[in-house]
Structure formats: structure tokens, C-alpha cells
């Protein structure tokens, strides 16, 4: 499994548009990005997933880097309610597959 | 929405007691995972299943059991509870055909081993 590097914290205010970026050198060709965001008091929920280039959702936006070794994703206008733990993991594309979560990115966001 | 639901939503134990965590999901999904969360770490994986009467151990099995007795539940049972044990465990489910790989987590179990 790819290890992936995060900022360990972020901080944005209310309307700001949010890049949180993750490192994923070893990343394997069979390998699909994965983030997920926790808030406070309830368990993960899944954001976007993408494989190489672009991928956009009602929820956020990912650019992936053209050699798939760095994934970026992009919050517009973030809320108070967008303050969560980001975490980005990377693992196949099977139900079969786990989902190791790191520590995250903190993101804070204030009025 | 897929729905996970967890109980007991809190839970004190004393040390050496036995545990027993249950989890719930109505979503029809083959796989079933328990995680928990520290402070400074983020979710680590305890066992997970792929249907009922598998278990599979995860990154960081010892001190723990699983029992999937039904596609719906999925139990985590701490035989000999440890303070070492206090954490917040997550049920989570997914679907083995899901090319997401998604996830749907419960809202959590908060465990102290007194």
C-alpha cells in the first residue's frame, strides 16, 4: 500500500476557496485516491475518489498530478461546517480493498 | 442512505471484563469493518469481514474478537478489557462490487476501561 503525506493542519476563512494536498510517491498503477473527511463526534464520510487527472463532485474537486505522485483537493467556499480532519488514502479500486486511514489534515475554519 | 448503527453508543468497563460491541447495517453490504481512533492517530483497522461467518484480522488485532454471525451484524468483543482499550470504535460497511470503495462509517462507540 502507497504511504501518503499530509499537511498536518490548515487553516481558511468562511468563503475561501481550500487546497488540501497529499503525497503519494509510491503510488501503484492499480492504485485509486481516496479522501475521505471526519467532523467532530461522527465516523468518516466519503468525499471523492479519482485515478489521474481531474474529477469533479457536487462536494469538492481533485487534481491529480500527471506522474500521480501528488493529489490536491479543493474546497470552494468552505463553511464553518467544513472544518473536519481530512484524511487521502490511497488503495485499489475493489470493495475488497481496506482503506488505511493517516492522521489527516486538520483543517480549521474561522468567521 | 446507507445506515451503520453502533451500540452501545458509550460504554464503561472495568479492567478484565468482557466487552461486547455490536454493530448493525441495513445496507446490504458484504463487508464489515471495526476500526478505532486515538488522539493523534488516525483510524486503525481491528478486523474486518466479507460476509457473514468470515473474519479477517486487521492491522492491529490482539486483544480483540469478531463475530459476524449475519450479513446485517458484526460484533467486536473485548474478552479481557485493558485500559489500553479506551478509544473510540468505528463500524463501518461496504460493498464488495463498489468501485468507490466507499465506506459508510457508524457514528462511533466511546469505550473507557476503568
Known amino acids: 500500500l502507497a504511504k501518503t503525506t499530509q499537511p498536518p493542519s490548515m487553516e481558511a476563512y468562511e468563503g475561501q476557496e481550500v487546497n488540501v494536498s497529499c503525497s503519494h510517491t509510491?503510488?501503484?498503477?492499480?492504485?485509486?485516491i481516496y479522501w475521505y473527511r471526519q467532523v467532530p463526534h461522527q465516523g468518516p464520510q466519503f468525499i471523492i475518489q479519482g485515478y489521474k487527472d481531474y474529477v469533479v463532485n457536487e462536494v469538492a474537486s481533485l487534481f491529480i498530478s500527471a506522474d500521480r505522485k501528488l493529489s490536491t483537493l479543493s474546497l470552494p467556499w468552505v463553511s464553518l461546517r467544513d472544518a473536519a480532519v481530512y484524511y487521502c488514502?490511497?488503495?485499489?479500486?475493489?470493495?475488497?480493498?481496506?482503506?488505511?486511514f493517516g492522521k489527516g489534515t486538520v483543517l480549521l475554519v474561522s468567521p | 442512505e446507507a445506515a451503520v448503527t453502533q451500540s452501545p453508543r458509550n460504554k464503561v468497563a472495568v479492567t478484565g471484563g468482557k466487552v461486547t460491541l455490536s454493530c448493525n447495517q441495513t445496507?446490504?453490504?458484504?463487508?464489515m469493518y471495526w476500526y478505532r481512533q486515538d488522539t493523534g492517530h488516525g483510524l486503525r483497522l481491528i478486523h474486518y469481514?466479507?460476509?457473514?461467518?468470515?473474519?479477517e484480522k486487521g492491522d492491529i488485532p490482539d486483544g480483540y474478537k469478531a463475530s459476524r454471525p449475519s450479513q446485517e451484524n458484526f460484533s467486536l468483543i473485548l474478552e479481557l478489557a485493558t485500559p489500553s482499550q479506551t478509544s473510540v470504535y468505528f463500524c463501518?460497511?461496504?460493498?464488495?462490487?463498489?468501485?468507490?470503495?466507499?465506506?459508510?462509517f457508524g457514528a462511533g462507540t466511546r469505550l473507557s476501561v476503568l
Open positions: 509510491n503510488i501503484a498503477t492499480s492504485e485509486y
Open positions: 463501518a460497511s461496504g460493498d464488495a462490487w463498489d468501485r468507490q470503495n466507499t465506506l459508510y
Open positions: 469481514s466479507y460476509g457473514a461467518g468470515s473474519t
Open positions: 445496507n446490504n453490504h458484504n463487508n
Open positions: 488514502i490511497v488503495t485499489g479500486d475493489s470493495g475488497y480493498n481496506k482503506l488505511t
